[in-house]
């Protein structure tokens, strides 16, 4: 058990830049999750998914977001155009299991910061 | 719209004291998480409560949850600087889409 992976832990570009971040989730998980975490707030939810397959969506999450889990195993989440706004981390989590209140186990995140 | 409200938001404190952190919501959860969260890092599950009433213990922290599945509170005994850290209540309302409060920011002082 390695953990959950994310990459980059920093990334910062100027608005209007694309930018795509990875996560890794620790093996046999099923499903993956993308969260929001501005200063001083906790995590808000994005998106998850099960398997490869994408289950729900945040209406936080505006078409300029997307993401990807396209063989059930690393996810991706692209950010295009980027905004001010969007600066903050984004952390992934995995978990597996049947049961709603698996434990997450998240990674240390991807911190983004739009000049 | 579900939500989960946290207080105090900020807790200052002094190596030894008690204290307590409340997790409330208009929503009934089926279960409820508690995390802890330090700076640069991602959550890390403490506990999971999921029946109505009950209390569980960690060593020095205890956790309950409300009899109406509502609310749930987090209590720590003899705080120490290692207990700093952001503590976050998390809860499902049965499917698989887990919310989280905005945090009590906890500080112990040596």
């Known amino acids: 058990d390695t953990g959950v992976s994310q990459d980059p832990r920093h990334k910062i570009t100027k608005r209007g830049q694309n930018v795509t971040f990875r996560c890794d989730p620790i093996s046999e998980h099923n499903r993956l999750y993308w969260y929001r975490q501005t200063l001083g707030q906790g995590p808000e939810f994005l998106t998850y998914f099960q398997n490869e397959a994408q289950l729900e969506k945040s209406r936080l999450l505006s078409d300029r977001f997307s993401a990807e889990r396209p063989k059930g195993s690393f996810s991706t989440l692209e950010i295009q155009r980027t905004e001010q706004g969007d600066s903050a981390m984004y952390l992934c989590a995995s978990t597996r299991g049947d049961r709603s209140n698996s434990p997450l186990h998240f990674g240390n995140g991807t911190r983004l910061t739009v000049t | 719209t579900q939500l989960l409200e946290q207080s105090p938001q900020f807790l200052s404190i002094q190596e030894g004291e008690n204290l307590t952190v409340y997790c409330n919501s208009s929503?009934?959860?089926?279960?409820l998480q508690w995390y802890r969260q330090e700076p640069g890092e991602g959550p890390v599950l403490l506990v999971t409560?999921?029946?109505?009433?009950e209390v569980k213990k960690l060593k020095r922290l205890t956790f309950q949850f409300g009899d109406a599945r509502k609310d749930s509170s987090l209590h720590i005994t003899a705080a120490q600087p290692g207990d700093t850290g952001l503590y976050l209540c998390a809860g499902n309302t049965g499917g698989f889409k887990t919310i989280f409060g905005a945090g009590t920011r906890l500080f112990v002082k040596a």
């Open positions: 929503s009934v959860f089926s279960s």
């Open positions: 409560v999921v029946t109505g009433g």
